[in-house]
């Protein structure tokens, strides 16, 4: 089942969307929250997006920029402005297809069939499944590097890879063993001071990026990092 990510602060015309699509198949969800639009996109992994340009906070072509630095997924503008250059400036922000409002359904529902076709053939996958996200903080999975608040750092592999396990079992006590195995797959093989180096490194890239004291040494057990930013 595809589902479709509806960003349109108009409630009751993101209600009739939303009903009328359901009927169709898709599972849909509406944002009430405009002011974090990149985490509720990694946080519903959605197939596709209808998106308005005139949003609070930002607008539709910002969060549209956005969007494209994680994920190829389509999205579809709507929206109430009808001139050249609005539809121009959607497709050269990312854009898919724009439709203006006011708008048939079964316009909609071609349009999103279209774009489904052609995006999710045999050969395509799902644009934003190497993102990880926790309250507002972004790993690319591609990239090795880490996201706050519009700060993005590269960190190295090894640097990463305890980042997201850490991550992964947030507010848990991630041991020492299994550390070292996620790291180098033999613990027997590597200096025990090898793991408390490379924390370290981490602390300090989380702070490089405004993030503080969230990971915890648990001695003799291993480390546990604290969602506190």
């Known amino acids: 089942m595809y589902s479709i990510m509806i960003i ?10 939303k009903n009328h699509l359901k009927k169709y198949g898709y599972k849909t969800f509406n ?21 308005d ?34 539809q121009v400036m959607a497709i050269e922000n990312g854009g898919d297809d724009y439709i203006t409002k006011p708008f048939s359904y079964d316009v909609l529902l071609a349009k999103i069939k279209g774009v489904i076709r052609r995006v999710y053939g045999s050969y395509a996958e799902s644009g934003n499944s190497d993102v990880f996200e926790i309250n507002g903080l972004f790993l690319y999975m591609n990239q090795n590097t880490v996201e706050y608040k519009e700060r993005n750092i590269e960190l190295s592999k090894k640097e990463f890879q305890l980042l997201y396990m850490l ?7 991630v ?3 299994t550390l070292l195995e996620v790291l180098w797959n033999d613990v ?23 993030i503080t004291d969230v990971i915890e040494t648990k001695r003799g057990q291993g480390y546990k990092l604290l969602v506190k930013w």
């Open 8 to 17: 349109e602060d108009d409630k009751k015309l993101s209600s009739l969307i």
């Open 31 to 51: 944002i009430d929250d405009f002011s974090n639009l990149k985490g509720e996109f990694v946080k519903n992994n959605p197939s596709l997006v209808l998106m």
């Open 53 to 86: 340009i005139n949003l609070p906070v930002y607008d539709g072509f910002y969060w549209c920029r956005d969007i494209r630095t994680i994920s190829k997924v389509p999205i579809i503008f709507i929206s109430a402005r009808d001139s050249d250059m609005d």
């Open 167 to 173: 991550l992964k079992n947030v507010n848990k006590i």
């Open 175 to 177: 041991s020492r063993e």
């Open 188 to 210: 027997d093989f590597v200096d025990d001071n090898t793991l408390s180096v490379n924390m370290t490194r981490v602390r300090k890239r989380l702070e490089d990026i405004g």
